[in-house]
């Protein structure tokens, strides 16, 4: 694909988190808290210089977070826009869509991170230079159930939903209608050494302008195993 056309998913407006740079909420280590029936908005610790930022816009996680029930939007950071966890996260019935230059719009995860009941839509990254991940990053163990994955954006780069260096397992969710621009991996990109397991999901209309519109699954280590599931353009 053209590199200067922008991908018809990506409508992530960049007014929403421009403003001066803060973060809403962070958790240090041995920490432990929820966010419970809240909306995390409008941080942004993403740099206008040559130097990239920081990451976890909404939320940087070094200690136990649980959030329940919560909307984490238009956040921006280097890595992991709505929020980036280096300790334990659990995210359930809540919405996330933000943005990163790198890596993980919604989220960069390089702990542990438990996804349920919750949609990643409309996250997005590598607007200005290659980014990973357009919903999720994820260098740690990542679970997901009864989730939905929809509507992301990597304009440079690979993953348009997930983009996987550790261990992921997607269970009775659905990967939809993410795009990356240049490169691989509409739906997810495994990478070399990686591991993605999906069980009882559907994928669909998944979009990649090189290889792997619904699974890019990229080396000779790379695992991948899909069970009694959908995948369909």
């Not at 989730?147 to 304009?155: D, F, Q, R």
């Amino acid at each position: 694909g053209d590199p200067a056309e922008k991908p018809a998913n990506f409508e992530y407006p960049k007014e929403r988190c421009l403003g001066p740079l803060f973060r809403v909420l962070k958790i240090s280590n041995g920490a432990a808290a929820n966010v419970n029936e809240l909306t995390i908005r409008n941080g942004n610790v993403e740099r206008t210089d040559s130097s990239p930022g920081d990451i976890g816009g909404g939320i940087l996680n070094d200690g136990t977070l649980a959030v329940f029930d919560s909307s984490i939007l238009y956040n921006r950071g280097a890595n992991g826009g709505g929020i980036a966890n280096r300790g334990t996260l659990t995210v359930a019935n809540s919405k996330i869509s933000n943005f990163s230059t790198f890596d993980g719009g919604g989220i960069a995860n390089y702990g542990d991170l438990t996804v349920t009941n919750s949609t990643l839509s409309e996250n997005g990254t590598g607007l200005v230079s290659e980014g990973k991940g357009g919903s999720i990053f994820n260098a740690g163990m990542a679970t997901m159930t009864n989730s939905i994955v929809a509507k992301n954006t990597v304009y440079q780069g690979d993953g348009g939903g997930i983009y996987n260096t550790g261990i992921v397992t997607i269970t009775n969710s659905i990967v939809a209608e993410n795009e990356v621009n240049d490169y691989d991996g509409g739906g997810i990109y495994n990478a070399d050494n990686a591991t993605v397991t999906i069980i009882n999901s559907t994928f669909y209309k998944n979009r990649a302008w090189a290889n792997g519109s619904a699974i890019a699954n990229a080396g000779q280590l790379a695992r991948l195993s899909v069970v009694n599931s959908t995948i369909a353009y």
